[in-house]
């Protein structure tokens, strides 16, 4: 049962242009929706995170969006530079109960 | 960055063998998590550690078990290991539960076992 679902492995941007992660996921529970974010031979790190009574929140570069009757949230950089080439993890949480992750795309931003 | 190290960073060994994969943290965080991440699956839960001697299990526990005999240290023991527990470990740690749990990752260690 995939809780959290990122269904595109990949995909691939042009520096300065928009990326846009998208993550959908099954379980009305979830409190808190985070970001991870993993480089190669790293750990991954918290990158932004919203909670379920938001629909928006933003730092920076990094937007999140979530449209709860759709069960559906995205990731938007603006705008995306090489060094945001990674993978990026979507993740569930409801109080108590622990981590969901998806299965993560991996951005590759290109000069 | 955190202060979690985990050990070994690469180890090969071959089926049946016992394994541990030690993490050591310099945080003094109440909550340690063993992750394995695995292609199409992205990071899934094995045990995780709510304090000294308090640990429970994950959704993908068999095969493994944990020990946490000091707040700094979590020990994941593979008793014998077999491929499908070929994968890449974290280790993670976080010092609150209940409202944003957001966790701090080790560097991981690269399992192979043939």
């Known amino acids: 049962d995939q809780q959290v679902k990122q269904n595109s492995p990949s995909l691939s941007v042009q520096e300065g242009r928009i990326s846009i992660l998208n993550c959908d996921y099954t379980?009305?529970?979830?409190?808190?929706f985070l970001w991870y974010k993993k480089y190669p031979a790293e750990g991954p790190t918290f990158l932004i995170s919203i909670s379920s009574i938001k629909d928006k929140n933003e730092d920076g570069r990094f937007t999140v969006f979530l449209n709860k009757s759709a069960k559906h949230l995205s990731l938007h950089i603006v705008p995306s530079q090489p060094g945001d080439s990674a993978v990026y993890f979507c993740?569930?949480?409801?109080?108590?109960?622990?981590?969901?992750f998806g299965q993560g795309t991996e951005l590759s931003v290109k000069p | 960055d955190a202060g979690i190290t985990q050990s070994p960073r690469h180890k090969v060994t071959e089926t049946g063998t016992p394994v541990t994969l030690r993490c050591h943290q310099t945080e003094n965080h109440r909550y340690m998590y063993w992750y394995r991440q695995d292609p199409g699956h992205g990071l899934r839960l094995i045990h995780y550690s709510y304090g000294v001697k308090d640990t429970d299990k994950g959704e993908v526990s068999d095969g493994y078990s944990v020990s946490r005999s000091k707040t700094e240290d979590f020990l994941l023991t593979l008793e014998s290991a077999t491929s499908s527990q070929t994968s890449v470990y974290f280790c993670a740690i976080s010092d609150q539960v209940g409202t944003n749990e957001k966790l701090f990752f080790g560097s991981g260690t690269q399992l192979s076992v043939l």
């Open positions: 379980n009305s529970m979830f409190d808190y």
């Open positions: 993740v569930g949480y409801n109080q108590g109960g622990k981590l969901i």
